[in-house]
């Protein structure tokens, strides 16, 4: 697994950076030292894509409840989420202040995510009301408003700028359908004169999943939950099939998308039933 490559504002959750190569325990060190605000919340970023890297994602939210600095408790709210324990993500948004717009975006954001956890429904059923709030965070053009606009564009199809334009792109792609590839049939490619890569299959599944690939130049498969928080990431490259086995994915709605040299090249839902 690797860290998604992105140099601009994405329309997605922004992977954690890695700042070395340091293990949990020498991180841990430097954080009960670490003073400087910036310094802290890069350690905090580092275990994280640690913990994410070795596929110990249950222990983010522990890590970031044991912090005492006021962004591992914003970037706690999703991770709650994720996980459903909606209100816990509640309590902690209750007791952030929102003393700027980001931070107020960011409480409108995940409160319409908590309401309709809490009712059981999908983003296509959001209440007028809800769906006003998303799309004036996507306007906001504040770091969630990209997590606002993504969401509308996936499940709403509505676009909004250039940025975000790539990522709905289809234009380069010269077709869909089942291909055959050597004898083998590969589902649902997304193919053009150089890159074809098939859909997740199966789709639904329990988090054993694959993905057959012919490409030219490395690619980064990235999931994302329904808040479009990160939580895998994948290299491809070549000739291949990507195996993958994650018994973290909680049952619910994911999206997942393939980039390559800053394009687009596949973007689609992925239904994880346990």
């Not at 334009?165 to 193919?191: D, Q, R, Y």
């Amino acid at each position: 697994m690797t860290a998604n490559p992105c140099n601009k504002p994405s329309p997605c959750y922004q992977p954690p950076v890695k700042v070395s190569d340091n293990n949990p325990q020498q991180l841990a060190l430097q954080l009960s030292s670490a003073t400087d605000k910036q310094l802290r919340m890069e350690l905090i970023q580092e275990m994280i894509f640690i913990l994410v890297d070795n596929d110990n994602t249950d222990s983010i939210i522990p890590f970031l409840e044991s912090m005492p600095d006021t962004e591992a408790k914003w970037m706690l709210v999703p991770e709650y989420i994720s996980k459903k324990r909606f209100n816990d993500a509640e309590t902690v948004l209750n007791n952030l202040q929102k003393d700027n717009l980001e931070k107020q975006k960011k409480d409108e954001y995940y409160r319409v995510h908590i309401e309709l956890g809490k009712t059981d429904r999908m983003p296509t059923d959001m209440t007028a009301f809800e769906k006003t709030t998303v799309e004036q965070v996507a306007l906001s053009e504040t770091e969630v408003s990209y997590n606002a606009k993504a969401m509308l564009h996936f499940w709403f199809n509505e676009k909004y700028d250039a940025d975000l334009a790539v990522l709905g792109s289809t234009s380069k792609m010269a077709g869909t359908g089942n291909e055959e590839e050597h004898g083998k049939i590969i589902p649902s490619v997304i193919f053009n004169n150089e890159n074809r890569i098939s859909h997740i299959y199966p789709n639904p599944n329990d988090g054993n999943m694959q993905m057959d690939y012919f490409i030219s130049s490395a690619a980064i498969l990235t999931i994302y939950d329904i808040t479009g928080r990160m939580v895998d990431t994948y290299k491809i490259n070549g000739n291949g099939s990507l195996q993958i086995s994650n018994n973290n994915l909680n049952e619910g709605i994911y999206f997942y998308e393939v980039i390559s040299d800053g394009a687009l090249l596949l973007k689609e839902k992925l239904v994880i039933i346990k």
